[in-house]
């Protein structure tokens, strides 16, 4: 039975509007709003004479492609309405521009999952004064769509009269005028083939009772080829960005040389293709009785088995794929039945010659399969026929990431995945006050310290001590408590009351509030009510006597989930995601990252097989954003060859992406055994260094810093390109604007309270993803993560140290340049700075504009020799190679240590922490001064090319300009009212933190 059709519509709730620009010369506005959405518009009343207008109107907007609902644009736009002004009946047409608002379909959340959300009113043109936001609640939702609503015209309203005056963008509408309600009204949207839309496999293939009359086949047909479909360019029709819909394979789609659009990237062409014979054995019918029958496949070297199909019947079921590698081809394919529960009896089979097999070239549909049956040359007892379908393919084939690969026997452990982090939130509870406790009596001269303690599943956090009041029962905390949750929010957050007056702490009472009902903040200006929760009392002794019974007092808490910042899980100098947790806080798109592994060479034998030799099974982890992808394991190989691509959006590209390779050995445990596997290496890819549309390949070394030293365990081997049809001045701006989310600037947390935050986030993940199957255990999660980013190294500690001196060599080096022109050594140098020195001298308002042009001739010379593609770690930089041994055994080393006697135990616990934190800072004051130098290295083209640019205009403005007017100008705008303020971060500062330092390429 089919589902009934639906239709997708999008909901705008407009709320209300804060701080808009005055505009009817008596210090105030009339402003109504104009809604725009894929040609349909809508508008609200006209609110007389308010700067702070309320709406509160819903409107409705009818999706007429859900699929590419994320590419279109939502345009809400504010006007002040003239006829409501002074002087209504001179007024012009045209209405006055309030400031408008652009929202993009990856925005849109779906009901229930909505909130309200204030956007920042932008302008129209450079000269506009507009300030201001706006209130909005979007949201969309699926309804079943009524046949009899196409047969019938919709009813029509006229707009309301304040709707007369329209924007000057905007025909204005008469009394007739009449909303795009129905979906006829619509204009038809063209099909996009979607890269999931293929047809059905034979798992999904009708019953067999509808398939009894299919012809048995002596043998297997080439298949023809007879439609070719064409791959549909998904192109925004408003900002001229490009997406693509890939499926959650590893691959799909041809593999293609180039591509003849720039800004439409080739279909997974950064890998090269890899033959391998597919099987698909579906069941089998008429075979004499047996109790577990399974399937044989050889071909050449290539032995592989099904899984035994536990039925009593004669017509049993497997349903399984394989895929065999066709690197040493042979001719001949042999497939027999067997049933395991009578000694390997044989039951028949089929032989093929595959010179005559079919090549299938996805978007091709899957082969049917067919009825073959079954031999047994001169055994009489052989009877019965086996349904499958043969035929040839590459890693593309859609088939292939679940088949049973012959470079990986073990099936449960070595295909590959894609796995997605969960949604993380952070958790606010405010703990401002309890009453109606009963406390018991204190000591005389003794005070009473209350304490507050939250335990959500293995995180915990206490207030400081109480206030109290002077009702003695009565007692007051105000203070915040943070924690790291995700989603499913299944868990309970737990509320102790306890007294720690006395030695021993005696809980008095506790709560239980279900983290599934709390309310969800995206935004510093909502704020939550807080709420009285009842406590359970417990006895004066501490142990639960009739818990849930007696009524212990209640308790004050504000607790709500905070969307509006960013749940960091990565060390931020690596971090590759910015995005908050509301996803109607999310900035567009600005292109993808596409990643083909290609393989690895030269690794070390990471265990030993029973005759002695060593052997690999080596799989690869790439993490970008909340996306992790895995390869499948390459059994017994010291150079895989993976030759798998993976996709991401990119919606900032100063993140970085993190490729580890590890050796499998989860595959080997048995009985519940957990065996983690051991890293073998590790880089990391910053995406700014990248130029849009170009394809970098090249191998990286991996290094493993052991116990012994710094080890090479060999190479990878990959091709990454960061796709963007952006414009250059669009990705640009992008550096101008904040990395973390609003919340972070607005409501800053602390450096202890967030790597605490951090710990428990990698906590959720860890546990998240060794839910999945195959699972990804903590020890891959953690080193993906740099969990111990943290941790003393006195290795790491030098390091800083180094880069901090190679920061400051220009210091060095300009003195030595002044010693060698006070000494002569190069006259011409020398009579030339003479000059240029009387001329500053003579005219120093030439000063500033020769010093940015020479910044300008600095960068457009170190172009020559800017870096030819993506760096990997960096060894020397990491100071790895001349650590010593007890260096790295204190590395290596856990807190507390256990090397000596209790004092210096102490103090080495004391000092290595304190020299984490010198290590820390070390390490953000050479990150600075790396930036610093990022402005002309080049390591970043696009912030390089701003720089350098802006250089350019400054020289000419400020040759053009008397220095006088540019000082008094800069002077005037440092000690500028605090109104005239923006609590944000300036561009100037956005820009240099997202430069790029070397923070990323240490080990």
């Given at each position: 039975m089919t589902s009934p059709p639906t239709v997708r519509k999008l909901v705008v709730e407009v709320i209300d509007a804060r701080d808009l620009v005055p505009k009817d010369g008596q210090g105030t506005s009339s402003p109504y709003v104009v809604i725009e959405f894929a040609g349909q518009r809508k508008r609200t009343h006209t609110r007389a004479r308010d700067l702070n207008p309320q709406w509160n109107e819903?409107?409705?907007?009818?999706?007429?492609?859900?699929?590419?609902?994320?590419?279109?644009?939502?345009?809400?736009?504010?006007?002040?309405?003239?006829?409501?002004?002074?002087?209504?009946?001179?007024?012009?047409?045209?209405?006055?521009?309030?400031?408008?608002?652009?929202?993009?379909?990856?925005?849109?959340?779906?009901?229930?999952e909505e909130g309200l959300i204030y956007f920042p009113l932008e302008k129209r043109g450079l000269l506009s004064w507009i300030h201001g936001e706006i209130g909005l609640k979007i949201y969309y939702f699926d309804e079943e769509k009524n046949p009899d609503d196409a047969k019938k015209p919709e009813s029509v309203s006229p707009l309301p009269p304040s709707s007369a005056p329209e924007p000057p963008e905007i025909p204005a509408p008469t009394e007739a005028a009449v909303e795009p309600q129905s979906p006829l009204a619509i204009p038809v949207a063209i099909p996009v083939i979607n890269a999931e839309e293929i047809p059905p496999t034979a798992d999904q293939a009708p019953p067999p009772s509808a398939r009894e009359d299919i012809p048995l086949m002596p043998d297997v047909k080439k298949a023809q080829n007879s439609v070719s479909f064409d791959?549909?360019?998904?192109?925004?029709?408003?900002?001229?960005?490009?997406?693509?819909?890939?499926?959650?394979?590893?691959?799909?789609?041809?593999?293609?040389?180039?591509?003849?659009?720039?800004?439409?990237?080739?279909?997974?062409?950064?890998?090269?293709?890899?033959?391998?014979?597919?099987?698909?054995?579906?069941?089998?019918?008429?075979?004499?009785?047996?109790?577990?029958?399974?399937?044989?496949?050889?071909?050449?070297?290539h032995s592989m088995r099904s899984k035994s199909a536990r039925d009593a019947s004669c017509n049993p079921e497997w349903n399984q794929v394989f895929a065999l590698n066709q690197s040493k081809p042979d001719p001949t394919l042999e497939i027999s039945v067997w049933d395991g529960s009578s000694g390997e009896a044989f039951l028949g089979g089929v032989c093929f010659d595959l010179s005559d097999v079919p090549v299938r070239d996805p978007p091709d549909g899957p082969l049917a399969p067919q009825w073959y049956h079954l031999e047994g040359g001169e055994d009489r007892h052989v009877t019965g026929d086996i349904m499958l379908?043969?035929?040839?393919?590459?890693?593309?084939?859609?088939?292939?990431?679940?088949?049973?690969?012959?470079?990986?026997?073990?099936?449960?452990?070595?295909?590959?995945?894609?796995?997605?982090?969960?949604?993380?939130?952070?958790?606010?509870?405010?703990?401002?006050?309890?009453?109606?406790?009963?406390?018991?009596?204190?000591?005389?001269?003794?005070?009473?310290?209350?304490?507050?303690?939250?335990?959500?599943?293995?995180?915990?956090?206490?207030?400081?001590?109480?206030?109290?009041?002077?009702?003695?029962?009565t007692f007051s905390w105000l203070e915040d408590l943070m924690f790291v949750v995700s989603e499913p929010l299944g868990d309970q957050l737990i509320v102790l009351v306890e007294d720690r007056s006395a030695k021993d702490p005696i809980l008095l009472a506790h709560a239980a509030?279900?983290?599934?009902?709390?309310?969800?903040?995206?935004?510093?200006?909502?704020?939550?009510?807080?709420?009285?929760?009842?406590l359970d009392n417990i006895g004066s002794n501490g142990q639960e006597h009739g818990l849930g019974v007696a009524y212990g007092g209640r308790i004050q808490l504000r607790l709500c989930l905070e969307g509006g910042y960013h749940v960091l899980d990565e060390a931020a100098h690596v971090c590759s995601d910015f995005r908050p947790t509301a996803k109607q806080l999310w900035r567009p798109v600005v292109g993808s990252l596409e990643l083909g592994i290609l393989g690895a060479r030269g690794l070390q034998p990471m265990k030993t097989k029973s005759n002695g030799k060593g052997s690999t099974d080596a799989y690869c982890i790439a993490k970008y954003g909340k996306k992790w992808t895995r390869t499948r394991t390459i059994t017994d190989s010291f150079d895989p060859r993976w030759n798998e691509q993976y996709t991401w959006k990119v919606y900032d590209p100063c993140t970085v992406l993190t490729i580890a390779v590890f050796d499998n050995w989860r595959m080997f445990a048995e009985g519940g055994e957990d065996r983690p596997d051991y890293r073998i290496g590790k880089?990391?890819?910053?995406?700014?260094?990248?130029?849009?549309?170009?394809?970098?390949?090249?191998s990286y070394p991996l290094l493993v810093l052991l116990r012994s030293g710094l080890k090479k365990m060999g190479e990878i081997r990959i091709a990454v390109r960061f796709a963007s049809s952006a414009l250059l001045p669009d990705t640009c701006a992008l550096y101008a604007t904040p990395m973390l989310p609003r919340m972070h600037y607005l409501r800053p947390l602390g450096v202890a309270q967030q790597e605490a935050l951090r710990g428990a986030a990698i906590r959720i993940v860890a546990a998240w993803l060794a839910r999945a199957e195959p699972p990804l255990g903590p020890e891959v999660v953690r080193y993906m993560l740099d969990a111990d980013s943290h941790s003393w190294s006195l290795r790491r500690s030098k390091a800083n140290w180094f880069r901090i001196l190679g920061v400051i060599a220009w210091v060095v080096g300009l003195a030595q340049w002044l010693d060698d022109l006070r000494r002569w050594r190069n006259p011409m140098t020398t009579v030339l700075v003479h000059i240029l020195y009387l001329v500053l001298v003579w005219y120093p308002e030439l000063a500033a504009p020769t010093a940015t042009l020479y910044l300008f001739l600095i960068g457009a010379w170190y172009y020559r020799f800017r870096p030819r593609g993506p760096t990997g770690m960096d060894?020397?930089?990491?100071?790895?190679?001349?650590?010593?041994?007890?260096?790295?055994d204190e590395e290596f080393d856990g807190v507390p240590t256990g090397k000596a006697a209790e004092v210096v135990k102490l103090r080495y616990d004391r000092l290595r922490t304190l020299?984490?934190?010198?290590?820390?800072?070390?390490?953000?004051?050479?990150?600075?001064?790396?930036?610093?130098?990022?402005?002309?290295?080049?390591?970043?083209?696009?912030?390089?090319?701003?720089?350098?640019?802006?250089?350019?205009?400054?020289?000419?403005?400020?040759?053009?300009?008397?220095?006088?007017?540019?000082?008094?100008?800069?002077?005037?705008?440092?000690?500028?009212?605090?109104?005239?303020?923006?609590?944000?971060?300036?561009?100037?500062?956005n820009f240099f933190r997202r430069l790029p330092s070397l923070s990323d390429r240490l080990l």
């Open positions: 819903r409107h409705e907007f009818i999706v007429s492609d859900p699929s590419s609902m994320e590419l279109e644009e939502l345009n809400v736009e504010v006007y002040n309405d003239k006829r409501l002004g002074p002087a209504a009946s001179a007024a012009p047409r045209k209405n006055n521009f309030l400031g408008r608002v652009r929202i993009y379909g990856s925005q849109f959340a779906r009901r229930g791959r549909v360019r998904m192109t925004s029709r408003r900002n001229g960005t490009s997406e693509y819909a890939h499926s959650p394979r590893v691959i799909t789609g041809q593999f293609m040389s180039s591509s003849t659009d720039p800004l439409v990237p080739s279909v997974y062409d950064l890998v090269e293709p890899m033959q391998y014979l597919f099987i698909r054995i579906v069941r089998a019918r008429g075979l004499r009785k047996c109790e577990s029958p399974y399937v044989k496949i050889r071909s050449g070297s379908s043969v035929w040839l393919g590459t890693q593309a084939d859609d088939a292939f990431p679940e088949s049973c690969n012959s470079d990986a026997p073990y099936i449960t452990y070595t295909r590959s995945k894609v796995y997605q982090s969960p949604k993380l939130w952070y958790l606010r509870a405010s703990v401002i006050e309890a009453q109606d406790l009963r406390v018991p009596s204190p000591s005389l001269g003794s005070p009473v310290n209350l304490y507050v303690k939250i335990q959500l599943g293995f995180q915990s956090a206490r207030t400081r001590r109480s206030i109290s009041n002077c009702n003695a029962s509030v279900p983290v599934a009902s709390l309310d969800q903040r995206f935004d510093e200006r909502q704020l939550v009510p807080p709420k009285w929760f009842s880089i990391r890819i910053r995406v700014s260094t990248l130029e849009s549309n170009r394809i970098y390949t090249q060894a020397r930089l990491s100071q790895a190679e001349g650590a010593e041994v007890d260096e790295l020299a984490a934190r010198v290590q820390s800072v070390m390490g953000d004051l050479a990150a600075q001064g790396e930036r610093v130098q990022a402005l002309v290295s080049w390591r970043d083209p696009r912030a390089t090319r701003v720089f350098i640019v802006m250089c350019l205009v400054m020289s000419l403005v400020l040759y053009m300009v008397p220095l006088k007017m540019v000082m008094v100008a800069l002077g005037f705008y440092f000690l500028r009212h605090p109104m005239f303020r923006d609590p944000m971060p300036p561009a100037a500062l």
